[in-house]
């Protein structure tokens, strides 16, 4: 039997491979970078929510099932090139820096996730300018090394603002759909903040919560519990204070229906998911039908997220649209059966 190919090495897809190798099928993963792990791993995720377990506790056992196998072929720094539908399977063209090779593959599962938003579109906001407006996935890292000082100047901040929904739900970037995981993380970040650094007050301007289903709980503690402030409201503009120490936000609090301006010592955007590099040269690669958001669609989305519709093409993870990790997990699970039972027949 000829490997099956996942590609990509985020959870989706290393969740994708453990499964294959589990059921006994070689396996071949090709990553684009040089480390396998995706997202969490590039951004070193800190908690995850809403258990507040170690992102570590999650991705290194993931990680070892991938890289301990024997059945398991990893190609890092490797892309797909050329991919050609065959009567059983797929050839496809791997290449690296220095060379390319041809490869027949019986199945194939796209695992090629998600990139976040470039906070730097959003130019009222001053990501890229002020060097205390930082975007989510940065904040990731100052948790994860336990180190939560302003860029600017190293000092600890006294008030952080989180603002939600950058780069989603917003027409104007082209991106109108809900990121699902904005609010859940940015509560956790505002959770881990305060747990270690009590004395730094934490606000969330938010236009509705959406912590869906088990997570509205982490929702709830982080008032009770933890104190974080919740604003309802949308900040137009992020400016520097007079003296330039400070950052104000500007915008209108929309439960009391009046303007507001507030300084803060430090700011973190809610940035969203955006359909990875990866998803979109999958896409044309394999020509697979996009939504109008440039996800891959599965041919029927609400009943069964994995079937491409296209043979022995199957989908896992946030390629197909934003996606939690447990979900992206799944996936990867369920494409990997469905290419093992594309792979026998
Ligand atoms: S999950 Fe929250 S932050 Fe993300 S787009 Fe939806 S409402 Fe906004």
Redesign the pocket.
Known sequence: MNPVLVLGGGPAGLSAAAELAALGAPTLLVERESYLGGNPQRWHYSLLAPDLRPAQEVMGPLLSRVENHPSIERRLSTSVVRAELRPKGYQVVLKTQDSTETRDVSAVVLATGFDHFDSRRKYEYGYGRYPDVLDFKEVEQMLHEDRVVRPSDGKPPRRIAWI??VG??DVQVGNPW??????VVSIKQAVEVRQRHPEIDAYVYY??I?TYGLWEDLYWKSMQEYGVKFVRGRIGAVTLAEGGSRLIATGEDTILSRPTEVPFDMIVL?S?MEPGTGTKEAATLFGVPVGPEGFLTPRVSDLNPVDSGLPGLFFAGAATGPKAIPDAVTEGMGAALRAFQYARL
């Open positions: 939600l929904c989603s739900r809900c990121c699902r995981m904005g609010c236009m509705d959406r809610a969203g």
